[in-house]
């Protein structure tokens, strides 16, 4: 076991309808684990109801050494944003549809693998932004896939197909959008048929629109894909699912520590995965190595 400081206390954030599995089972499985490491476990189920102020309140009543998301990117975002800026270090075992987070971080997406982070693991530092004051982990977006989110949010379908379905409905009406985009490097006006702020790599279903990215470098990336004629289309998807979105003509990257974007046209925008109301003009800011957060031990460490 390696751990660069010592965590006793824990308390796990468990979505109780994230993924397939059983929850009362991995409960028992965390507590197992728990108690074979002579960790204390505490574990709180979300309810969709007052999340935030209940997981808030008791990470400052019990000063908890690490806490763990268990569920979906959802989860992950309600978590870490509660932990940005503190000693307290974001876990994460992967239950959701998605897992983008999980992914860029190199967690395991098997939950008897991750669930050995517990107690074997490494603590690292990464960057956060916000959008408007409102924190931001993963990657946020304006535009077409924002709306295919908020779609799929106000349904009641799950998983990839659902979320295909979604999208393929949606882009045969869809319409870029006017942005106006200036940065600390360098700016763009113009139309978009979608413009990702990108802390990290790639969306949960694997498709990297950031290949580049690097979560713990002090910049995120401005991903902006421009109008093109639909026939290209499953050419720059296969592009994202090969990592080589950069190579086509119709995208553009920049790169930066702070940016204004100006949502002209009011679209919709997505935080982490969640929809979010943030008004024409969307300040983004950089916050260097501001979220600490458990990880699998590197192999040359282990």
């Not at 308390?11 to 197992?32: H, M, Q």
């Not at 509660?82 to 549809?97: C, D, R």
């Not at 693991?121 to 004051?133: E, K, M, P, S």
């Amino acid at each position: 076991m390696q751990q660069e400081d010592k965590i006793k206390n824990l308390l796990f954030v468990i979505n109780p309808i994230a993924g397939d599995i059983d929850k009362s089972e991995l409960e028992e499985e965390i507590r197992t684990v728990c108690t074979e490491h002579q960790l204390n476990c505490t574990i709180y189920r979300t309810t969709g109801e007052r999340d935030h102020e209940h997981v808030k309140k008791k990470i400052e009543q019990h000063q908890y050494d690490a806490v763990f998301a268990v569920g979906g990117d959802g989860t992950v975002s309600l978590v870490g944003a509660l932990l940005i800026g503190s000693k307290t270090p974001l876990g994460i075992i992967p239950l959701g549809s998605g897992n983008g987070l999980s992914k860029d971080l190199g967690i395991p997406q098997d939950t008897e693998e991750a669930l050995q982070l517990i107690h074997e693991h490494v603590i690292r530092n990464i960057d956060t932004i916000d959008l408007n004051g409102q924190p931001s982990i993963h990657l946020s977006d304006l535009g077409f896939n924002a709306l295919v989110v908020k779609r799929f949010c106000e349904g009641d379908k799950r998983g990839p197909g659902a979320y295909a379905w979604i999208a393929l409905q949606e882009y045969m009406n869809y319409e870029p959008k006017f942005y106006r985009i200036e940065t600390d490097t360098e700016n763009f006006e113009g139309e978009a048929f979608m413009v990702t702020i990108a802390n990290a790599n790639a969306f949960g279903s694997n498709a990297a629109i950031n290949p580049s990215g690097i979560l713990n470098d002090g910049r995120f990336e401005i991903c902006l894909i421009e109008p093109f004629p639909k026939a290209a289309a499953p050419a720059l998807l296969f592009r994202m699912y090969t990592d080589n979105i950069d190579g086509s003509v119709y995208t553009r990257r920049i790169s930066c520590r702070k940016a204004t974007v100006y949502n002209v046209d009011h679209e919709v925008v997505h935080i982490d995965g969640e929809p979010a109301e943030l008004g024409e003009e969307i300040k983004v800011t950089m916050h260097p190595k501001s979220l600490k957060v458990i990880l699998p031990i590197p192999e040359e460490e282990g």
